[in-house]
Nanobody, 117 residues
Framework: QVQLVESGGGLVQSGGSLRLSCTASGRSMFSTALMGWYRQGPGKEREFVAHITSGGITVHADSVKGRFTISKDKDKNTIYLQMNSLKPEDTAVYYC??????????WGQGTQVTVSS
């Protein structure tokens, strides 16, 4: 079993920055797993934001490219999402995701990010 705990959400003005953290326990997160961030805005479906492979390759959604950056710290078993130039449309609950295969996938409880205009 994998436990994922997110932190770092909050209220910020448009143009501001936040950094989200996701710390894993129960298993080494960086063996072969794909770690990532998803978000779900009000009245919207959950959508992909970014992920990072065990080898450190990153992919970001077009909507956040150039503004958000995913990274990891192996020693802390933690991934991060640095969010800059935040927009009101970035308002959502952000979820950390651990994916090894379709039957071995885990989610954090989510952290709220609210961007005021």
């Amino acid at each position: 079993q994998v436990q994922l705990v997110e932190s770092g959400g909050g209220l910020v003005q448009s143009g501001g920055s936040l950094r989200l953290s996701c710390t894993a326990s129960g298993r080494s997160m960086f063996s072969t797993a794909l770690m990532g961030w998803y978000r779900q805005g009000p009245g919207k479906e959950r959508e992909f934001v970014a992920h990072i492979t065990s080898g450190g390759i990153t992919v970001h959604a077009d909507s956040v490219k150039g503004r958000f950056t995913i990274s990891k710290d192996k020693d802390k078993n933690t991934i991060y999402l640095q969010m800059n130039s935040l927009k009101p449309e970035d308002t959502a609950v952000y979820y950390c995701n651990y994916f090894l295969n379709p039957r071995d996938e885990w989610w954090g409880q989510g952290t709220q990010v609210t961007v005021s205009s």
